[in-house]
């Protein structure tokens, strides 16, 4: 069964930083674009980040450029994203998703990413 796990996320004071992991079972996440989304209270589901496993190549949107990281782990069925420099507009629950590589994008669209996690919230506190 494939599925997607995401954990890493918790409470941080503004300037803070989280580690978020997606941890991916049942296949493998090579040839794939691995997406972040962020879903606040009350707006939608937003794509932020994107990495292809196929070249490596990493996207952001601009709310989180400069400030997010994608990478994929050595164990090669994990993809992270380290956050720092965190602001209370970045409290949110955090999934991931897969989809084929060119679909990978600074503003991935949720309609063409699967396998979305049950999430993890992150809470940007003062």
């Known amino acids: 069964q494939r599925q997607l796990v995401e954990s890493g996320g918790g409470l941080v004071q503004p300037g803070g930083s989280l580690r978020l992991s997606c941890a991916a079972s049942?296949?493998?996440?090579?040839?794939?674009?691995i997406a972040w989304f962020r879903q606040a209270p009350g707006k939608e589901l937003e794509g932020i980040s994107c990495?292809?496993?196929?070249?490596?190549?990493?996207y952001y949107a601009d709310s989180v450029k400069g400030r997010f990281t994608v990478s994929r782990g050595n164990a090669k069925n994990t993809v992270y994203l380290q956050m720092v420099t965190l602001k209370p507009e970045d409290t949110a629950t955090y999934y991931c998703?897969?989809?084929?590589?060119?679909?990978?994008?600074?503003?991935?669209?949720?309609?063409?990413?699967?396998?979305r996690g049950q999430g993890t919230q992150v809470t940007v506190f003062s």
């Open positions: 998703a897969v989809a084929p590589p060119p679909y990978c994008s600074a503003y991935p669209s949720p309609a063409v990413f699967d396998n």
């Open positions: 049942g296949f493998t996440l090579d040839n794939y674009g």
């Open positions: 990495i292809s496993t196929s070249d490596g190549s990493t």
